[in-house]
């Protein structure tokens, strides 16, 4: 099956298939993280634990929200750069001339509809 038709189909989970951060320093970022937040919450009031975690969910929506509009721009980018790079290709055709030679001929001159592109 090609990646099309298996986004299309909903089998691909790239939420599930894109696997844990292993970039160095990653995991005692986290860790460290994860240590100034418990001595955060260990010196707040019920009330105020219950706000700040209530401003990190939002914050995290936040930031998935940001994510998700980073990765539509740049696959929108991406598409771009294929339907150019695919355009860019029909500007010239090789043909072999009656001598044998392999000619890099104007797509122009042999397919006049391309001359919009």
Known sequence: MSILKDLYCGFLKPEKDFGTNTFNGYLALEQSAEQHMEKLLSGLSEEQVHQFKRFCNDHSDMAAMEQERMFIYA????????QEAILLSFRFVYVNSPMGWNCKISAYATYPFLSGI
């Open 75 to 82: 696959f929108k980018m991406g598409m771009e750069f294929m």
